[in-house]
């Protein structure tokens, strides 16, 4: 990779930039500026399959740069958190559209791709759905009302749906979660059931974390997946979320991809990010060389990607934007730059490890 180095001018504005999260930045670190690039790359516009970011609908709202940069580098768009059950159904009969819709009006303004996350989750539910008193039938209603009104009301617009969010554990075991306990292992087919009579062109995702970590819970995940497409459950995607960090051995990415992609499923790299301070080094700093270990690790997984059949190549979305912005600082309380762009919304090492895994 070629770079040129503006140590002045970017020093300084990623030095402030940390210094407003409370990160401490190495000021002798130097961002790596990404040249040459002919005017107007952009990642949508190089790469050979859809290519997004979570967002932050407040920051979509009220950050002139955040909201630049999306409109110039993605074409599909996940809501970070607005179209969760918390914020989407926060009472029984009381649905908050507001941030969602305006993630769905700027998406049509802009053309670009909505996929909705998610409609049944073992977290962020709202306390009248954790404090719900009913039988199974009551349950069940419940279930299918949530799932079919919210559908419902994007149909046409969202053309995708993560429909139920990490069902399993780590070690392979169906997640406890509160849909389990009131409905039976089988609720995750009738989630995709519900949801596809709500709108039948939607494409259908089951989506969910750890696939890289080893054969055990991407078996399971896988079949799942595979006893639902036997029963004709309308199932068309895999979500794979990569929440990764830069020291996992590659090879288990590639097993990742490739196992999801032998389902014959349109397969979601859904929530892309690799962290560079898995360890939770409170003093870690980001260096010129870790930033460039980061562009290899992001280039392998887009190669590792691109290597998959066309037509089941649904597209790459990141967990937001900008370091500024990942949720991997507030969640571990640790300083990390998990994403391409810095916390000024400057290309990283890691913009051109993405551009390069396509070449
Ligand atoms: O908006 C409220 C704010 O009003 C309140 O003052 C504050 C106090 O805690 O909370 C704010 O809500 C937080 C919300 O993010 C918006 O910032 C929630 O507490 C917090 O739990 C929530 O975290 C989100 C998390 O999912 C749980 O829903 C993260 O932003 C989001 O990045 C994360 O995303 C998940 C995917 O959905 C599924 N896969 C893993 C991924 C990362 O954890």
């Known amino acids: 990779m070629k770079k ?32 040459p690039l002919a005017a107007g790359v952009t990642l949508q516009g190089s790469l050979p399959f859809p290519f997004g970011a979570a967002v932050n609908v407040n920051l979509l709202k009220n950050n002139t740069a955040y909201r630049a ?30 941030d969602a819709d305006y993630l769905v009006d700027f998406a049509r303004q802009n053309n670009k791709r ?58 392979g075991t169906l997640r406890n979660s509160i849909w389990v306990q009131k409905l039976g292992p089988d609720y995750i087919a009738r989630c995709f059931q519900y949801a596809h009579e709500a709108d039948p062109d939607a494409q259908l995702f089951y ?16 079949n799942l997946i595979n006893n639902m497409k036997s029963r004709g459950i309308p199932i068309n995607g895999i979500g794979m979320q990569m929440h990764t960090r830069y020291n996992m051995t590659e090879s288990n990415w590639t097993a990742a991809i490739t ?11 859904s929530e892309l990010d690799v962290a560079l301070n898995p360890d939770n080094n409170q003093n870690l700093t ?25 037509a089941q190549q649904f597209g790459i979305t990141t967990w937001n934007v900008s370091d500024a912005d ?31 895994g396509v070449k």
């Open 4 to 35: 040129i180095f503006f140590a002045a001018m970017l020093s300084v504005s990623i030095v402030s930039a940390c210094s407003k999260r409370g990160v401490t930045t190495d000021p002798t670190y130097v961002p790596p500026f990404i040249q």
């Open 69 to 98: 940069l999306v409109i110039k580098e993605y074409n599909s768009l996940t809501p970070e958190n607005a179209m969760k059950p918390a914020t989407l159904h926060p009472q029984e009969n009381t649905y908050n559209w507001d």
């Open 114 to 171: 909505v996929h909705g996350h998610t409609l049944v989750w073992y977290k962020s539910l709202p306390s009248w759905i954790k404090n719900y008193q009913g039988n199974t039938a009551a349950w069940e209603n419940l279930l299918k009302t949530h799932i079919q009104t919210i559908v419902t009301h994007f149909k046409g617009k969202v053309a995708s749906w993560d429909v139920v969010n990490e069902a399993f554990e780590d070690d």
């Open 207 to 222: 989506n969910d974390f750890g696939h890289e970590y080893g054969a055990t819970k991407r078996t399971v995940i896988l």
């Open 259 to 269: 196992t999801a992609a032998q389902t014959g499923l349109k397969v979601h790299i």
């Open 286 to 310: 980001l260096t010129t060389a870790l930033a460039e270990t980061q562009a290899q690790k992001y280039l392998f997984i887009v190669k590792a990607y691109n290597a998959i059949p066309k």
């Open 326 to 356: 990942t949720w991997i600082t507030g969640n571990y309380n640790r300083p990390d730059w998990p994403l391409p762009f810095d916390s000024n919304y400057n290309r990283k090492p890691a913009y051109q490890g993405i551009l390069d």
